[in-house]
């Protein structure tokens, strides 16, 4: 079992930058491909970024290249989203997820654990 723990979010203005943490809790990342979500108010939780434990391979939605980068911390065990350019547009509930394997994964279904989520806020 991997309890996951998001943090980080927050109200910003456009332009602004965050940066969101997911933390394990119970167990290591080890073996693990970690996922960033997204759930604007009314509508489906949408892929974000995903990234592998080694941390060399990772990938993004096209509507956050060049704006959002994925990395992890082995030591402390916690995967980060740093958020730059932030738009309106942005604004939704964001949880991390972890699947079990090293393939990069873009789908909900391939996940099998989920964080509680992080509010993240951003103003025009």
């Known amino acids: 079992q991997v309890q996951l723990v998001e943090s980080g979010g927050g109200l910003v203005q456009a332009g602004g930058s965050l940066r969101l943490s997911c933390a394990a809790a119970?167990?290591?990342?080890?073996?693990?491909?970690v996922g960033w979500f997204r759930q604007a108010p009314g509508k489906e939780r949408k892929f974000v970024a995903t990234i592998d434990w080694s941390g060399l391979t990772a990938y993004g939605a096209d509507s956050v290249k060049g704006r959002f980068t994925i990395s992890n911390d082995n030591a402390k065990n916690t995967v980060y989203l740093q958020m730059n350019s932030l738009k309106p547009e942005d604004t939704a509930v964001y949880y991390c997820?972890?699947?079990?394997?090293?393939?990069?994964?873009?789908?909900?279904?391939?996940?099998?654990?989920w964080g509680q989520g992080t509010q993240v806020t951003v103003s025009s």
């Open positions: 997820a972890a699947a079990l394997g090293y393939a990069l994964r873009t789908t909900l279904d391939d996940y099998d654990y």
């Open positions: 119970g167990r290591t990342f080890s073996r693990y491909t």
